[in-house]
């Protein structure tokens, strides 16, 4: 009923910022002035590591995340890019989902180099079931949704959440111990020989994707690309 209540009034409104909700004219961007300008400097954002922007960094692919690639839309640093993530998580907008899922897309198509896209699946790190009953929805299933029929690849729902303790405010080795007891791989899913992007919406210590992209290893899958929103 709440996705019911938020998609009608989403739909019946004029069209305003993905972001802030401002009002803003049909022929402009699906951000205010104001978003865009402070969207275009969150994109341009380097790794502190290897100076790369987000889309192109591949620093703890392997260590922390697991993956054999790995693609995030910005860093998670600024207050605006904590409003964007929050307007996802909390809010489940219609505009902010279809925002983010175009740029998703397009980072895919910039990051895919010689990767054939129609040769991957793609499946997401679920919500917990209380955080559900609590929002009404799950915001990376949102977008698992919208961009599997942008990219037209299947999406298969791979994961289940077991229950456990949730992730926030623990370190990073309680993280890595929680993670792996908090998620398991739904019977008779279809692993072996696929290739995976394993959608999450932010990548904070990556021990949630590194266990869900463990699990899918493990039971035959080929190249895991972790994909996010944001990354810490």
Partial sequence: MKRLIRFLRDFLRVKKCAVCGAVIDESHRDLCRNCEKDYDK???????SCGAEAPFCRCDTD??????????????????SRRMVYSL????????????????????????????????????????KKS??????????????AL?????????????HTGRAVQKKKSKRDRKE???KSYELLPSVPVEGKNWILLDDVITTGSTMHA?????????AGIVWAFSVAKS
């Avoid at 969150?42 to 502190?48: G, H, K, S, W």
């Fill in 42 to 48: 969150l994109l341009r954002e380097t790794c502190f």
């Fill in 63 to 80: 260590v922390s995340i697991g993956s054999d690639r790995q693609t995030s839309l910005f860093f998670l640093r600024s207050g605006f």
């Fill in 89 to 128: 998580k909390r809010q489940g907008r219609r505009r902010t989902v279809d925002f983010l899922t175009e740029e998703l897309a397009e980072v895919a198509d910039r990051a895919k180099g010689e990767t054939n896209l129609s040769a991957f699946v793609i499946t997401y790190i679920p919500r917990r």
């Fill in 132 to 145: 559900i009953r609590h929002y009404g929805f799950d915001q990376t299933e949102l977008l698992a949704t």
């Fill in 148 to 160: 599997s029929k942008r990219l037209s690849i299947p999406l298969v729902r791979a994961f289940r």
């Fill in 178 to 180: 929680n993670a792996e």
């Fill in 212 to 220: 869900c992209a463990r699990l899918l290893k493990q039971n035959g």
